[in-house]
């Protein structure tokens, strides 16, 4: 969700990946004009168990991610997760929450 958050225009400064304690399970946070916006991941969701192995598998990720993998590669991976349903939703969830992306603000 983080790259999908990038690719609506907001600013990496702005979304945060945390941790729900309670579910176990990661979350996406975005921060913008003093609004926030959550994404929690459903329980089917297969994620890391714990905090501290997830940092560390985003971390991996991330570097692998902006180092490594060229943009062919990249937009692959974006495109196998995010299809047009799911980024609809998200736009229209943003909206709704009064958080208008940029990149659709033209």
Sequence with gaps: MF???????????????????VKK?????????EKNFVIDYPLSFEHPLTKELYRQEWM???????TVMSMV?????Y????????YFDLVMSLRLSGIFPP???H
């Design 79 to 86: 495109r196998s997760y995010v299809n047009e349903a799911l």
């Design 60 to 66: 991996s990720e991330s570097e692998r991610w902006n």
């Design 73 to 77: 590669e990249r937009d692959s991976i």
């Design 25 to 33: 399970a990661p979350l996406t946070i975005l921060r913008h004009n």
């Design 103 to 105: 990149r659709l603000n």
């Design 3 to 21: 790259e999908a958050l990038r690719r609506l225009g907001f600013q990496s400064d702005d979304i945060y990946v945390s941790w729900d304690e």
